[in-house]
């Protein structure tokens, strides 16, 4: 567990995930959070339809192009991006009252989202997702049987941009089997939980006690 101990005041880490569709971030963070107590996930807004099992509001924030778009002339997203058609954002106000809340929040977006939230929150720590190979995310994305070969091939194409952007993020993880890319996220958490430059008001509170 991650326990913050006489750090409690200080502000939460951003941590973004980012991975290929199909590389199995939704997995890898659900089994995530079960370890790590302290991890607050930021639910993001799409206009994408409702795939079966998930839920408005815990999934994602269901909404429409309309609405979105509101949303965004409102200043109402930290970050939003359009992919296959669809809009992805971040809500705003969730995330940054989670922070001050002392909450470390798991922002899942997709890559140049990414480049715009390390714009904010310089001190936000970026994981990546990258799939054992290309044809073994392929095979998992034809294995949900939910989508047309046409949208297959449209998301293939996407993961081969989105690696492009990859050796810019701060860590890559290799979702190969499922536990170990889980404690591989854990691992890069809690050891920039106690990276020096973040831990700086603990040391002074240690001296002075």
């Known amino acids: 567990m991650n326990n913050r101990g006489k750090n409690s005041m200080n502000k939460g880490l951003p941590i973004v ?19 790590n107590s302290n991890l607050t996930q ?3 807004a799409t206009t ?13 924030h269901f909404t429409t192009t309309d609405a979105f ?5 409102n200043g109402e ?6 992919y296959c058609g669809n809009y992805y ?8 009252d989670m922070l001050e809340q002392g909450r470390d929040v798991i922002l899942k977006i997709e890559v140049e989202g990414a480049m715009n939230i390390k714009k904010i929150f310089p001190e936000c720590v970026l994981i990546f997702i990258l799939p054992p190979s290309m044809s073994e995310l392929e095979r998992r994305l034809r294995k949900r049987g939910t989508e047309t070969e046409e949208t297959i091939a449209a998301r293939i194409a996407q993961a081969r941009n989105e690696l492009q952007f990859a050796d810019k ?18 691992t890069v958490i809690l050891a920039e939980k106690m990276n020096t430059k973040r831990s700086l008001s603990l040391l002074e509170e240690i001296k002075k006690s």
């Open 17 to 35: 995930i980012s991975a290929p569709s199909g590389c199995g971030k939704d997995t890898i963070l659900e089994q995530l959070y079960k370890k």
């Open 42 to 44: 930021s639910v993001s």
């Open 48 to 60: 994408r339809a409702m795939r079966e099992g998930e839920i408005d509001g815990v999934s994602y």
């Open 69 to 73: 778009e509101k949303m965004i002339a």
């Open 77 to 82: 997203v930290l970050e939003y991006t359009q």
């Open 89 to 96: 954002g971040t809500p705003k106000k969730a995330v940054t």
């Open 169 to 186: 993020f701060d860590y890559l993880v290799v979702n190969g089997e499922l536990e170990k890319a889980v404690d591989d996220v854990n």
